[in-house]
């Protein structure tokens, strides 16, 4: 009866020190192990037909756009190789890469960032992406607040890369339903990007004006023959005259970036380090007993 009794004790003070730690392991590495799990193909080839397949039963109201729930990624994990991007965004500053869909619907806001007006062209006019607010550190639009003025931002199609320029004034937090800030702007061509604030009761709006439209043969062609070469390409001189030159690269190879790695160092932290804590706890907890019971 008495060992019983301590099995019992001791397994439930297992599973209560395991479920703690596996809690505060998670609170660190989640930005390691989510992308992994919400990492969508990018085929670059199938930009215009994914385009295509998409117009039927795209969403387009801005009003979807919101806080996402701390495991909302879940629902859509085994639905992501069915996704269809029509592009790529890169954010440089905050080190965010995302796919591009069409519409603003779920999942596409949860796992990447979607277009909020019907019939726009990248890299014309008013282009306007909406992504949630994730409560993932590094994930989707959590740190758009951070991208400063004169921060680059870079989207992608088949065939070009579009650089725009973060301008001033435009980075700011505005009421929820300033829908303007999709409206076409006469003589811009413009880069908005929105999300939700953490309380969901304001937005985060970040505009971009373009400064640059390189070809993705171009850049292969410069990245290929290495980064001096990126100096000496008059497509290339206003960025280079503007930016920095290792963020420019950088971010050009993130293009078509393959998938993340299987987080192994991850999973052991997240279960390997709250196991053997729990068991050092159940051992000094079964000799403390011991030691009273004499």
């Known amino acids: 009866m008495k060992f019983l009794k301590n099995l019992l004790i001791n397994t439930l003070i297992f599973l209560l020190v395991f479920a703690g730690g596996v809690l505060v392991a998670w609170h660190f590495i989640q930005g390691d192990i989510i992308p992994y799990f919400t990492h969508v193909p990018i085929d670059v080839e199938a930009f215009e037909e994914n385009y295509q397949a998409s117009i039927e039963d795209a969403i387009f109201d801005p009003e979807t756009v919101s806080m996402a729930e701390a495991f909302e990624w879940l629902e859509h994990i085994n639905i992501l ?23 603003v619907g779920e999942p596409n806001i949860s796992v990447g960032a979607g277009t909020v007006v019907p019939d726009i062209v990248m890299g014309e006019g008013n282009y306007v992406l909406a ?4 409560p993932t550190p590094g994930m989707l639009f959590r740190e758009l607040d951070q991208i400063q003025v004169g921060d680059i931002l870079i989207l992608r199609n088949a065939d070009y890369v579009f650089i725009y320029e973060t301008i001033i004034g435009d980075n700011y937090i ?30 985060v709006k970040v505009r971009g004006e373009l400064v640059e439209k390189v070809s993705v043969e171009e850049i292969a062609a410069m990245l290929a023959s290495g ?52 068991i050092a706890v159940v051992w000094i907890s079964s000799n403390g007993f011991k030691k009273k019971g004499k």
């Open 131 to 134: 992504s949630h607010w994730s």
């Open 174 to 203: 505005i009421e929820p339903y300033r829908w303007d800030i999709t409206e076409y702007v006469e003589g811009k061509t413009y880069l908005t990007l929105f999300t939700c604030t953490p309380d969901g009761t304001q937005r």
């Open 227 to 278: 980064e001096d070469n990126l100096t000496s390409n008059s497509a290339m001189n206003t960025l280079v005259d503007n930016f920095d030159l290792d963020e420019i690269v950088e971010a050009f190879e993130v293009l078509n970036a393959d998938a993340p790695n299987f987080p192994i160092v991850g999973f052991v932290v997240l279960f390997g380090a709250p196991a053997l804590l729990a």
């Open 81 to 103: 190789d069915d996704l269809n991007p029509i592009g790529e965004l890169i954010l440089p500053s905050i080190n965010i890469t995302l796919p591009i869909f069409l519409g």
